[in-house]
């Protein structure tokens, strides 16, 4: 008998060594699991910073700036036509001939011009509108360098070697020369968040695209919000248990897993082509987003709703509250931070969302920042997706940039949707 319940034990003791070993395992799979998922997220994060941090710098070459009336073809700084036709490109070939006097021949000349962007033209018009006293007067100015010498001075040390790319011979050694006498530097890239969309990269920037999205999710978040508490609130409060709103509800959790070029596709279909909407703007990019938006506030709203416990509704009806007062003075300001969090997290998702505005026509080239929601503009989303798609090396790290831009606006959502309901939630 004694041996008998001594090898009962034995089996017992081996039965529970093998759960316990088993019960490791799993948590060493489950610790193992969170670690790669970290580590594919640190890969990813550093991929994405070690090609985009540099696009917060832009190469800037310093030259003497003659305004040459003569050059320029202007006379009268106040003629706004004769400033809009005035050769400020010119001025700017005349100082790098004057910086560069070795220079000779076409083909040199070509590569020589080629060392300042073409959108200096533009930044000398302006300062000599701003300062018409500037008219032949000379001046000293930071000019933004080309793409490709920004590239390339922005290699120079690095641990791969510099990037030639269409860099020339004969300008890689005026680099070195502007180097050597302090005349070329990198700088805070403000054009990056003052431009719009450009096709010259150095003069490419994301205000553009982010106005779009503002004004997108504005528009969203104004129709977006209201209808789907309303609508959860309907749901969970008064309407009936019958089969019609039972379908409604399987529809409103199908919809909320339907691909999101579909809603883009029923925007087209409704909003452009049978309301006439404009294509490319804010409002159909809202309206449309709406709609994709809608069952993820409402499944979020209805849950909140039934988070709160039933004996606030007995105890507000208790003391004479009719059906409504108990919904708004007491169901509804319990359930809005669930509400709250539900709706950023709602937009984040629209934020990031691309499929549904190419379908509507946000995919076109906007050079010219949005002042409302109905002027022609793009999306952070469909910036990146076209800047992916250019040739141009330049615009592989705007493209980097612009998604660390998109992210950041992404993470302070979704913590300000934490911060939101833990600073709202209350206790019962």
């Known amino acids: 008998m004694t041996d008998l319940n001594q090898s009962r034990t034995e089996q017992i003791q ?42 917060f710098q832009q190469t800037y070459v310093q030259l003497e700036i003659t ?14 036509q004769q400033v809009a036709l005035g050769d400020f490109q010119g001025i700017v070939k005349k100082a790098l001939k004057a910086r560069f006097t070795e220079v000779a021949g076409r083909k040199a000349k070509r590569d020589l011009y080629g060392l300042i962007s073409n959108g200096a033209g533009y930044t000398l018009r302006d300062r000599l509108v701003a300062n018409p006293e500037l008219l032949n007067q000379t001046e000293t100015l930071w000019l933004v360098a080309d793409d490709d010498i920004d590239t390339y001075y922005k290699s120079i040390g690095s641990k791969a070697g510099a990037f030639i790319g269409r860099t020339s011979e004969g300008r890689q050694n005026w680099v070195a020369q502007l180097v050597e006498s302090g005349d070329i530097e990198l700088r805070f890239n403000r ?122 509704r007995d105890a507000a009806i208790g003391v004479g509250a009719s059906p409504m007062q108990v919904v708004l003075h007491h169901v509804l300001p319990l359930a809005m931070p669930g509400m709250l969090t539900g709706a950023i997290i709602g937009m984040a998702q629209a934020l990031g969302e691309t499929a549904p505005l ?58 300000l949707a934490v911060v939101l309901r833990k600073r709202l939630e209350r206790r019962w």
């Open 191 to 312: 054009n990056f968040f003052t431009h719009g969309d450009s096709r010259e990269p150095e003069l490419a920037g994301i205000r553009g695209a982010a106005m779009g999205s503002l004004f997108t999710l504005v528009v969203t978040i104004m129709l977006s919000f209201p209808i789907g508490v309303a609508a959860a609130i309907y749901l969970e409060e008064f309407a009936p248990r019958n089969r019609w709103t039972d379908l409604i509800e399987v529809n409103i959790n199908n919809l909320a897993a339907v691909p999101s070029i579909i809603f883009g596709l029923l925007g087209l279909a409704i909003f452009i082509n049978f309301f006439h909407v404009p294509r490319s703007v804010p409002l159909v990019g809202g309206l449309v987003l709406t709609l994709m938006t809608l069952p993820t506030i409402i499944i979020s709203s209805r849950a909140a709703i039934k988070a709160v416990p039933p004996s606030i």
């Open 358 to 415: 190419l379908m509507i026509g946000m995919v076109a080239f906007i050079v010219d920042v949005p002042g409302g929601f109905t002027d022609p503009s793009t999306v952070l989303p469909v910036q990146i997706f076209l800047w992916a798609d250019s040739p141009e090396r330049a615009f592989v790290e705007k493209t980097s940039a612009a998604i660390m831009v998109l992210l950041t606006f992404l993470i302070v959502m979704n913590t």
């Open 14 to 55: 081996r039965s529970l060594a093998k759960r316990y070993r088993a019960e490791k395992r799993f948590r060493l799979y489950g610790t193992m699991a969170i670690a790669f998922g970290l580590l594919c997220v640190v890969l990813l994060f550093s991929d994405i910073i070690s090609k985009g941090y540099r696009a």
């Open 67 to 80: 305004y040459d009336a003569n050059v320029l073809g202007v006379t009268d700084v106040g003629d706004s």
